[in-house]
């Protein structure tokens, strides 16, 4: 069973940075897709980014290229999500998702984490 263990996030202004990790176990030699979804107050929760764990292929919406990098770090079994040049519309609730399908990640992944928040001031 995988399980996510989320650290990070916090309140900057606008064209700050913030480092989210999530800690992953229980994956198999086959790997995961493990990744970010977020929530803005009244709104509806979307994908973010997601990294596979054996390939280190990444994706991400289209909102966050060229300011977002997901990485991942083998030794520690944790994703981390660089967020740079942060914006108001980046505030939300994050929550580290992990799946073995990229499709089932996209729809409803298996395992979650327990949120932590961004805020973005301007």
């Known amino acids: 069973q995988v399980q996510l263990v989320q650290s990070g996030g916090g309140s900057v202004r606008a064209g700050g940075s913030l480092r989210l990790s999530c800690k992953h176990s229980?994956?198999?030699?086959?790997?995961?897709?493990v990744g970010w979804y977020r929530q803005a107050p009244g709104k509806e929760r979307e994908a973010v980014a997601n990294?596979?764990?054996?390939?280190?292929?990444?994706t991400y919406v289209n909102s966050v290229k060229g300011r977002f990098t997901i990485s991942q770090d083998n030794a520690e079994n944790t994703v981390y999500l660089q967020m740079n040049n942060l914006k108001p519309d980046d505030t939300g609730v994050y929550y580290c998702?992990?799946?073995?399908?990229?499709?089932?990640w996209g729809r409803g992944p298996a395992a979650w984490g327990q949120g932590t928040q961004v805020t973005v001031s301007s």
């Open positions: 998702a992990a799946d073995k399908s990229f499709t089932t």
């Open positions: 229980g994956s198999t030699n086959l790997g995961l897709y």
């Open positions: 990294i596979h764990t054996v390939s280190f292929h990444p």
